[in-house]
C-alpha cells in the first residue's frame, strides 16, 4: 500500500512528538534514562518538604533524587524516617560523609544535602546507610525567641509598673533634689576638684623627684647593693664556719666526756678549797706571818 508524503511527514512528527512526551513525562516522575545512579539509605527524626522526589545536593549541586519516604519496618527507641537517595555514581560520598535537611532559602523547597567528608576517608559503596544528621529548622530555631518575646511582654508590663504616677513624681522629687544640691554645692565640687588637680601635680613631682634621685644615686645603689651582696655571702661562710665548730665542740665533748666531767669536778673542789681558805684568813689573818697563835695578853 503506497503511503503519500503528507501521510509518512504526519507520521513522523507524531512518533517524535510521543518520544519528547515520553522524555517529560520522565523527567517529572524522576526517570533516569540509561543514567547509572547510586542508592544510599538514611535516617531522620524530621523532614518537613521532603517528599519522592525531592532534591539530593553535594556541595550545593544536584547530584539526584529522593525516590522513597517512609517509615521503617522496624522501629527501635526513637521515632525516624526512612530516605532512599539515588545519586550521580560520580558523587563522592565517603564514609563520614552525612546527609541533613536543608535549603537555599527562607521561602525555596527544602531538599538532602550530603556533606563533603574528610578527604582520605574512603568512598561509601552504595546501598550502604549513610548517616543522618539533624539539623534545627527555622521555625525551631524561631522557638526561642517567641519565648523572648513573651518574657519582654512581662518585662515591659513590669517596667510600666515600676514607673507610675507616683513613682514618676518620686523620682522627679529626686532629680529636683540632686539638680539642688549640685546648684548649692557647685562651687565646693570645683574646689574638690581644683584640689586633686594640684594633689596630682603634687605626685607628679615627687615621682619626678624620686626618679631624678634615683638617677643620680645609681652607681651608689648598685655599689650599696654590691657590698650587701658581699656582707651577706660573707655572713653565710661565717656561719657555716660557726656550724662546723659547733659540730666539732659537740665532737669534742662527745669523745671526752669523762674528763670533761672531772675537771668539772675538780674546778668544784678548787673553788670549795678557795672559799674555805678566804674565810679562814679573815678569821685568823695572823696565819700569813706565824705558824701559831699569839699570846694573850693580860691586862694591867
Known amino acids: 500500500m ?21 522524555g517529560f513525562v520522565g523527567a517529572i516522575i524522576g526517570v533516569n534514562w540509561g543514567e547509572d545512579l547510586k542508592e544510599y539509605h538514611t535516617f531522620l527524626r524530621s523532614v518537613p518538604g521532603i517528599v519522592e522526589g525531592s532534591l539530593v545536593k553535594f556541595g550545593g549541586m544536584d547530584v539526584g533524587s529522593i525516590t522513597k519516604v517512609t517509615f521503617p519496618e522496624k522501629q527501635e527507641g526513637e521515632a525516624m524516617i526512612e530516605l532512599t537517595l539515588k545519586v550521580d555514581k560520580r558523587t563522592p560520598v565517603k564514609t563520614n560523609s552525612r546527609a ?35 539539623v534545627p529548622t527555622i521555625m525551631q530555631m524561631a522557638e526561642p525567641f517567641g519565648e523572648v518575646a513573651g ?4 518585662l515591659v508590663a513590669r517596667l510600666s509598673d515600676l514607673f507610675n504616677d507616683q513613682n514618676r513624681a518620686h523620682l522627679s522629687s529626686v532629680i529636683e533634689n540632686v539638680d539642688h544640691l549640685v546648684a548649692e554645692g557647685g562651687g ?11 594633689l596630682t601635680g603634687n605626685m607628679a613631682e615627687v615621682s619626678q623627684s624620686l626618679n631624678e634621685l634615683m638617677a643620680k ?17 660573707e655572713t653565710s661562710l661565717l656561719i657555716s664556719d660557726l656550724r662546723e665548730s659547733l659540730v666539732q665542740f ?32 679573815k ?18
Request: no cysteine; aromatic share 6%; glycine share 6%.
Open 188 to 198: 565646693q565640687f570645683l574646689d574638690m576638684s581644683r584640689n586633686m588637680e594640684e
Open 100 to 134: 541533613y535537611l536543608s535549603s537555599l532559602g527562607i521561602m525555596a523547597n527544602q531538599h538532602i544535602e550530603i556533606s563533603s567528608g574528610t578527604p582520605t576517608a574512603p568512598l561509601l559503596p552504595s546501598g550502604s546507610l549513610l548517616l543522618g544528621r539533624e
Open 151 to 154: 518574657d519582654l511582654k512581662v
Open 2 to 22: 503506497d503511503h503519500s508524503a503528507n501521510e509518512i511527514k504526519v507520521g513522523v512528527v507524531v512518533i517524535a512528538g510521543f518520544i519528547i512526551l515520553l
Open 217 to 233: 644615686n645609681k652607681g651608689n645603689f648598685d655599689e650599696t647593693l654590691i657590698h650587701l651582696e658581699k656582707t651577706t655571702r
Open 250 to 281: 659537740e665532737n669534742v665533748v662527745a669523745a671526752n666526756g669523762a674528763s670533761v666531767i672531772e675537771i668539772m669536778e675538780n674546778f668544784q673542789f678548787a673553788s670549795q678549797n678557795l672559799e674555805e681558805f678566804t674565810r679562814t684568813l
Open 283 to 300: 678569821e685568823k689573818p695572823w696565819l700569813l706571818v706565824r705558824k701559831a697563835a699569839p699570846p694573850e695578853r693580860k691586862l694591867p
